[in-house]
């Protein structure tokens, strides 16, 4: 009788944390299809978004002692989900560049392009932590995780245009932190 009452966030959130399956069932039936569509707009076929909403409930379930029932459930459920799927992105691209160089053997490089490989990925790694985080974020997403904004906009709560300005702006600033590593530009034609 009482799956006929709604119930808060806290008291799902409570019988999550002392175990109660039947809560995790109704949990997943409720809002499996919503978070299979928000994991497909993050994977975009790189990764399968049943095993990314399955991995966050099973997150939820795993861990469940730490979660604060004073917290919004549904945004707990979404952050399971992101986090899951760019756990998932992380590792496709793992995987890519692993058989990208099994592949593709590279002729070994001069030591001193190497040297100065090294000290270029060292200054833009540099550069990258030294951006404000939410900038940093967008970057990482953009750049890294190959998001498009329309996603990192989604998984954000930003809008699209918010995402872009911090886009623009993140380049702005590691082109003047990388400055003394990049050729001169000249004028335009």
Known sequence: MTDLIPRSDA??????????PGTLARLQAGYWNRLLRFADGIVQ?????????QEAF?????????????????????????????????????????????TAPAAPPAPSDAAVAAELRRA????????????????????????????????????????ANHMSLALADLRRALAPYLPERGPPP
Do not use: C, M
């Open 11 to 20: 008291e799902l959130l409570e019988d999550i944390r002392k175990g109660d």
């Open 45 to 53: 076929g790189r990764a399968d978004p049943q095993d990314v909403v």
């Open 58 to 102: 099973i997150r939820l379930w795993t861990h469940r002692e730490r979660w604060d029932a004073r917290g919004s459930l549904r945004s707990l459920l979404y952050t399971l989900t992101r986090n899951a799927a760019l756990d998932e992105l992380r590792s496709w691209r793992r995987a890519e560049k692993a058989a990208d160089a099994v």
């Open 124 to 163: 833009a790694a540099s550069a990258v932590a030294g951006l404000p985080p939410l900038r940093r974020e967008v970057f990482r997403l953009a750049r890294e995780e190959g998001l498009t904004y329309g996603e990192i906009a989604e998984v954000l709560g930003l809008s699209p245009q918010t995402v």
